[in-house]
């Protein structure tokens, strides 16, 4: 059995044609382009010599209790003499008035709403705490809507 249909080459030929022979043509020209037309002279002693490049990387770490930073050594304390003496008492603070206790959940999706709608994050959360020191809030929608009363 024979096959009857037969392969038309006029859209393939137009599809190389127009679409591929520009985008091979750009890249042979960039390839082109990059060879010098003369070959460069060697020079052995060129004015500044090549560095490698480098990195430098530096770490600061906290100093956990017990260790000590490098080159110092640890000297213990002497032992307190034991002294019959009562301790001093402390001087009595004010207690801070007791503030309306608003959820952190509130506080946090209040603030991000204001920073949402324009405000900046600084901003939002000063206006959010000092209304949440004058009263307590049970949602954000209502916290936003009086920070945007104000």
């Not at 000092?130 to 209502?142: D, G, I, P, T, V």
Request: net charge positive; hydrophobic share 30%.
């Amino acid at each position: 059995m024979h096959n009857t249909v037969d392969w038309d080459s006029g859209p393939a030929f137009w599809f190389l044609f127009f679409i591929m022979l520009p985008i091979v043509i750009h890249f042979l020209g960039g390839i082109m382009s990059g060879i010098p037309d003369e070959p460069e002279e060697y020079d052995p002693s060129p004015e500044r010599p090549w560095n490698p490049p480098s990195i430098n990387v530096s770490i600061n770490l906290p100093n956990f209790k017990g260790s000590t930073e490098i080159g110092t050594t640890h000297k213990p304390k002497k032992a307190a003499k034991s002294r019959s003496k009562q301790p001093k008492p402390k001087p009595k603070q004010p207690e801070p008035s007791p503030q309306p206790a608003t959820d952190d959940v509130v506080i946090s999706e209040s603030v991000g709403g204001l920073c949402h709608l324009g405000f900046k994050k600084g901003e939002a959360r000063k206006l959010v705490k000092s209304l949440c020191s004058k009263k307590k809030y049970n949602s954000a929608e209502s916290l936003i809507r009086d920070a945007l009363c104000v």
